[in-house]
T-cell receptor
Framework: AQSVTQLGSHVSVSEGALVLLRCNYSSSVPPYLFWYVQYPNQGLQLLLKYTSAATLVKGINGFEAEFKKSETSFHLTKPSAHMSDAAEYFCAVSGDTDKLIFGTGTRLQVFP | EAGVTQSPTHLIKTRGQQATLRCSPISGHTSVYWYQQALGLGLQFLLWYDEGEERNRGNFPPRFSGRQFPNYSSELNVNALELEDSALYLC?????????????FGEGSRLTVL
């Protein structure tokens, strides 16, 4: 079975500070991993995905994530937060099941 | 190119009634997924349709059902509504049923059960 755990339901950072959103996964087969973002009153859109190529994945809006098999992690980072990054972020995994499993989400707040 | 569209945007029902939600995938996409997003619970997988067939369903009771039409649009039906069914229902589509690619989401239908 697969699962995703997102540590921290809320994260607050100052504008210009590092953003770090944590995601740990469980999968019995090599996983495909995703980060999605949901802005208020909108659906989800893909930020980036890992599909067994490079372990450091670059996405849109300056975000990137690193796949670490030894730590079963896929944390999302951005060097410098912008006010427009305030949203909810979801980590997701797929692999040996016919579905994409999402975490419970992390709400990012950015303060000026 | 039009994205995934869902209707209605908002729906208010009372306990015991039935709700029908609709989804049109991106043109050319054959797979449609339904997720329930309830407060604090993240996205819970409901149903996956591909080429008109139900391929998988999540851990939801049978009163949650749906179908996919020949034009690949989809309908989610929730019978005998309960208060805890209040949630945002998200539809997503993908080019095929392989779960290695991107899902494209609609903006959701917010169901309120009173």
């Amino acid at each position: 079975a697969q699962s995703v755990t997102q540590l921290g339901s809320h994260v607050s950072v100052s504008e210009g500070a590092l953003v770090l959103l944590r995601c740990n996964y469980s999968s019995s087969v090599p996983p495909y991993l995703f980060w999605y973002v949901q802005y208020p009153n909108q659906g989800l859109q893909l930020l980036l995905k890992y599909t067994s190529a490079a372990t450091l994945v670059k996405g849109i809006n300056g975000f990137e994530a690193e796949f670490k098999k030894s730590e079963t992690s896929f944390h999302l980072t951005k060097p410098s937060a912008h006010m427009s990054d305030a949203a909810e972020y979801f980590c997701a995994v797929s692999g040996d099941t016919d579905k994409l499993i999402f975490g419970t989400g992390t709400r990012l707040q950015v303060f000026p | 190119e039009a994205g995934v569209t869902q209707s209605p945007t908002h729906l208010i029902k009372t306990r015991g009634q039935q709700a029908t939600l609709r989804c049109s995938p991106i043109s050319g996409h054959t797979s449609v997924y339904w997720y329930q997003q309830a407060l604090g619970l993240g996205l819970q997988f409901l149903l996956w349709y591909d080429e008109g067939e139900e391929r998988n369903r999540g851990n939801f009771p049978p009163r949650f059902s749906g179908r996919q039409f020949p034009n690949y649009s989809s309908e989610l039906n929730v019978n005998a509504l309960e208060l805890e069914d209040s949630a945002l229902y998200l539809c997503a589509s993908s080019l095929d049923g392989r779960h290695t690619g991107e899902l494209f989401f609609g903006e959701g239908s917010r169901l309120t059960v009173l």
